[in-house]
């Protein structure tokens, strides 16, 4: 079910999944309205979030949230003090192209209460399972590449202390990128030997991640990941998409990620689309210089990858679309608009790993199904 709400100076775009099974899952999209000071947009950001926790979205907890952020340097702090919920919280550099300061994605489920673990991630537990979510982690070592290297070796000290893996539990990451054009072929290369050392290889599988333009708060941070984690999940669940017609292997041309992933529970599956953009199945940009025929050619491998999910556009329940360029922010909301009009969503500035690609997005989706011969969510 999707919904639009008007609030007191600003908007949000809600949709929710439920099945037989006990948790109910829902994805916000909170925007601020243009034209006021930061503080004032946080605070109708959060008032208007705990207006929906009252209406909508009561007996709902955030799971993860993500602040988009127009200067984060000078604004990740308020956002620190006037949000002191118990969750996993991402703050991130990357400006909401609709004029505001500030953008906000809260991912929730019923039935649940989020806990801090002594590893730092963040444990949700329901059934059979752990889900443990990591946000904002950073450092400021010498360079891009040493940095996303200790990054994931401190992550994967975080899961062993759960009794996980990268490898076996490791789900979904996010890798936001400062000055990507200069810093991703460190994030790159940090990230191929990592994996290697983890028996993460073209012949095994890699995890479904974006590798985005973004900045952090610390200026000397040139890498700040997220991560998604499953505690307890069987190797049986999780499938890897690929969409051979419309897509090549990220592997092809030296990066370690995979299109997409999907897990099965007994009454849903969850699909996660990697970051995707405007590229063929032999690695190469599809419609140089052109963000309208790059956008549909996006739509098109993003559909292809549903697809061989058994799901579709339908069953998206969250889009997050990365610009290069601000200019072509009018174009690009109109074709989402017309396409999409009631999924929820933001588009922000944030560069594409490879300067050729004007556009990419990923996005999220819940399909319903009856699996008996799978564990329940």
């Not at 989020?114 to 450092?139: C, D, I, M, T």
């Not at 405007?278 to 549903?306: C, F, Y």
Request: one cysteine or more; a negative charge.
């Amino acid at each position: 079910m999707n919904k639009s709400i008007q609030l007191t100076n600003a908007s949000a775009e809600i949709c929710s999944f439920e099945s037989t099974g006990e948790v109910k899952e829902l994805h916000v999209m909170i925007h601020a309205q243009a034209g006021h000071t930061f503080q004032q947009q946080l605070e109708a950001v959060l008032d208007g979030y705990e207006q929906l926790k009252a209406n909508e979205l009561k007996g709902a907890t955030a799971v993860l949230k993500r602040y988009f952020l127009s200067d984060v340097a000078n604004q990740a702090d308020e956002v620190l003090l006037a949000d002191t919920s118990d969750c996993a919280k991402s703050i991130i550099g990357q400006a909401p192209l609709d004029g505001s300061k500030i953008g906000l994605w809260v991912y929730m489920m019923t039935h649940v209460n989020p806990s801090l673990r002594k590893s730092g991630l963040y444990e949700v537990q329901h059934g059979e399972f752990r889900h443990l979510w990591n946000a904002s982690a950073h450092n400021t070592a010498q360079n891009s590449e040493y940095q996303t290297r200790l990054l994931f070796n401190e992550y994967i000290m975080q899961l062993a202390q759960e009794d996980c893996t990268l490898a076996n539990n490791c789900i979904r990451t996010w890798l936001f990128v400062n000055d990507v054009d200069v810093n991703y072929a460190g994030v790159v290369t940090a990230r191929n030997k990592v994996f290697f050392t983890q028996g993460l290889t073209d012949n095994t599988h890699y995890i479904a991640s974006t590798g985005i333009g973004g900045r952090p708060q610390d200026v000397q941070a040139m890498v700040q990941m997220d991560n998604y984690a499953i505690a307890g999940i069987h190797q049986e669940q999780i499938h890897y998409l690929y969409a051979p017609t419309h897509l090549n292997r990220t592997s092809d041309y030296g990066v370690s990620f995979e299109r997409g992933t999907y897990i099965d529970y007994a009454d849903r599956r969850h699909v996660i689309i990697s970051g995707t953009a405007s590229i063929n199945n032999k690695g190469l940009i599809e419609h140089p210089k052109n963000i309208t025929l790059q956008a549909h050619r996006m739509w098109d491998n993003v559909e292809a990858l549903l697809k061989e999910a058994d799901s579709s556009y339908d069953d998206v329940t969250v889009m997050i679309v990365y610009l290069r360029d601000i200019a072509d922010y009018q174009e690009v909301n109109q074709l989402y608009k017309e396409r999409f009009p009631d999924k929820p969503r933001i588009i922000v500035q944030a560069p594409v790993c490879r300067s050729g690609w004007l556009i990419e997005m990923e996005c999220m989706a819940i399909k319903q199904q009856q699996r008996n011969d799978m564990p329940a969510f």
